[in-house]
């Protein structure tokens, strides 16, 4: 039983050193915080392509294409 308890702790103790080194001390939240130089970055989106019918429609294809959106 005892050794069984020691193993725990040393497991432990390897767990927290391993958060030590990499910088996690805890998990928080962010949500409602303002954090600086969070509005640096940008992200570029593709506008969708919106296609528009001209043939096999009614009055035939060779008439002006209706106004679009």
Not at 40 to 55: D, I, L, W
Request: net charge neutral; aromatic share 8%; charged share 35%.
């Amino acid at each position: 039983d005892e050794d069984e308890d020691d193993i725990v702790i040393e497991g432990e103790d390897e767990l927290s050193k391993m958060q030590a080194l990499m910088g996690f001390g805890g998990f928080g939240t962010t949500k409602g915080k303002k954090i600086a130089g969070n509005n640096v970055g940008a992200v570029r989106k593709e506008k969708k392509s919106e296609y528009r019918q001209y043939m096999n429609r009614q009055g035939g294809f060779n008439r002006p294409l209706s106004p679009s959106r």
